[in-house]
């Protein structure tokens, strides 16, 4: 997917760049985004028009923020997914994550390590990436190694030697990252620090604060927050006993950073709970949170290894639908500008 420029149009990509690095000019307008992950398959970059209009429909309020992947494995920059939803009127979120094929969980490092990343063996592929989105030239969201608080992706502090060094690796392997791609001009892309609501481990080591990298290095703060996504998971929980502690540990890590849900949802699960009511309470709850700018549904269905099915779709059930469509209306909930 990389075209190569002439300097001067190089020079023109910058700038374009550099004069619009925050997507949503007015930080003072009241209510939050709309954003969205749309089952956009296995490795989440399937991006496509149809998918995107068949969820407007089902929500019935178009998302100003349309979330995807680009996996390192894949060794490519997703310019077409991102065209797409800014020709859209939406703003991108990317995960960029280091993760090799078969893109499995529980697993440790694999070729894109951290010390692997640290050591430059990937700056080429960093730079490719980075001259990329600087030709895309519009505001980018990249969460990079999301959910490092867990123990779930490749990159995770338990993985590095947990208290022993883990978030050290992980703040000097960020910087390393941001350093490479500011210094190619890619000053569109506004980072999320991403964590995931409660650690895998709960230990101070462990705790959100631990892996931030600095405020020069991070322009949003982002978390997951998720209720039961697994037959067998733990108790059902309602949101707000989900999000509240979670929030103000995320809240004092920097003061001043706007923070994203950057993913949030829950399954289907009627011996458990109530998830027409899970949606009612999320959607209610999140627009008094002054810190929170904007939140990202996770719309996704998938099958397990024991044969069972975690649905997250907003449309898992018709009470689900109803009334996650009855929250999302709401005119604190802020949608993408109208198509002309």
Same mark, same amino acid.
């Given at each position: 997917m990389t075209i190569r420029l002439s300097l001067a149009a190089l020079f023109f990509c910058a700038s374009v760049a550099v004069a619009a690095p925050d997507p949503w000019p007015n930080p003072g307008e009241k209510g939050i985004r709309f954003g969205a992950y749309m089952d956009f398959g296995e490795t989440e970059d399937a991006v496509t028009l149809e998918g995107i209009e068949k969820f407007e429909k089902l929500a019935g309020k178009r998302p100003a923020l349309i979330a995807?992947?680009?996996?390192?494995?894949?060794?490519?920059f997703p310019a077409a997914n991102l065209r797409l939803?800014?020709?859209?009127?939406?703003?991108?979120?990317?995960? =960029?994550?280091?993760?090799?094929?078969?893109?499995?969980?529980?697993?440790?490092?694999?070729?894109?390590?951290?010390?692997?990343?640290?050591?430059?063996?990937?700056?080429?592929?960093?730079?490719?990436?980075?001259?990329?989105?600087?030709e895309f030239g519009k505001p980018l969201f990249v969460s990079f190694c999301n959910e490092m608080n867990g123990c779930w992706f490749p990159w995770s502090g338990c993985f590095y030697g947990g208290r022993d060094g883990g978030p050290e690796i992980f703040k000097k392997t960020w910087r390393h990252v941001v350093d490479r791609v500011r210094a190619k001009g890619a000053d569109n892309i506004l980072w999320v620090f991403h964590v995931n609501a409660f650690p895998a481990e709960n230990d101070?080591?462990?705790?959100?604060?631990?892996?931030?990298?600095?405020?020069?290095?991070?322009?949003?703060?982002?978390?997951?927050?998720?209720?039961?996504?697994?037959?067998?998971?733990?108790?059902?929980? *309602? *949101?707000?006993?989900?999000?509240? =502690?979670?929030?103000?540990?995320?809240?004092a890590v920097d003061p001043k950073k706007p923070i994203m849900i950057a993913e949030f949802?829950?399954?289907?699960?009627?011996?458990?709970?109530?998830?027409?009511? =899970? *949606?009612?309470?999320?959607?209610?709850?999140?627009?008094?949170?002054?810190?929170?700018?904007?939140?990202?549904?996770?719309?996704?269905?998938?099958?397990?290894?024991?044969?069972?099915?975690?649905?997250?779709?907003?449309?898992?059930?018709?009470?689900?639908?109803?009334?996650?469509?009855?929250?999302?209306?709401?005119?604190?909930?802020i949608a993408a500008p109208p198509r002309p």
């Amino acid at each position: 997917m990389t075209i190569r420029l002439s300097l001067a149009a190089l020079f023109f990509c910058a700038s374009v760049a550099v004069a619009a690095p925050d997507p949503w000019p007015n930080p003072g307008e009241k209510g939050i985004r709309f954003g969205a992950y749309m089952d956009f398959g296995e490795t989440e970059d399937a991006v496509t028009l149809e998918g995107i209009e068949k969820f407007e429909k089902l929500a019935g309020k178009r998302p100003a923020l349309i979330a995807s992947s680009s996996y390192w494995g894949e060794q490519s920059f997703p310019a077409a997914n991102l065209r797409l939803i800014d020709r859209h009127g939406a703003v991108p979120l990317i995960f =960029w994550s280091p993760w090799d094929k078969p893109y499995e969980q529980n697993k440790g490092p694999d070729r894109f390590g951290l010390t692997e990343i640290l050591a430059g063996k990937w700056d080429d592929y960093i730079d490719r990436w980075a001259e990329d989105a600087r030709e895309f030239g519009k505001p980018l969201f990249v969460s990079f190694c999301n959910e490092m608080n867990g123990c779930w992706f490749p990159w995770s502090g338990c993985f590095y030697g947990g208290r022993d060094g883990g978030p050290e690796i992980f703040k000097k392997t960020w910087r390393h990252v941001v350093d490479r791609v500011r210094a190619k001009g890619a000053d569109n892309i506004l980072w999320v620090f991403h964590v995931n609501a409660f650690p895998a481990e709960n230990d101070v080591w462990n705790m959100m604060a631990s892996y931030y990298p600095g405020p020069g290095y991070v322009d949003w703060l982002g978390i997951s927050v998720y209720g039961q996504q697994f037959r067998n998971d733990r108790a059902w929980a *309602f *949101f707000q006993d989900l999000i509240a =502690w979670p929030l103000k540990e995320l809240s004092a890590v920097d003061p001043k950073k706007p923070i994203m849900i950057a993913e949030f949802g829950v399954g289907e699960f009627p011996k458990s709970g109530n998830k027409a009511e =899970w *949606f009612a309470d999320a959607l209610t709850i999140l627009p008094k949170q002054p810190r929170v700018q904007a939140a990202v549904i996770w719309h996704e269905r998938w099958q397990n290894q024991d044969g069972s099915f975690s649905n997250l779709r907003i449309n898992s059930s018709p009470a689900a639908l109803k009334a996650f469509r009855q929250g999302i209306a709401a005119p604190e909930w802020i949608a993408a500008p109208p198509r002309p």
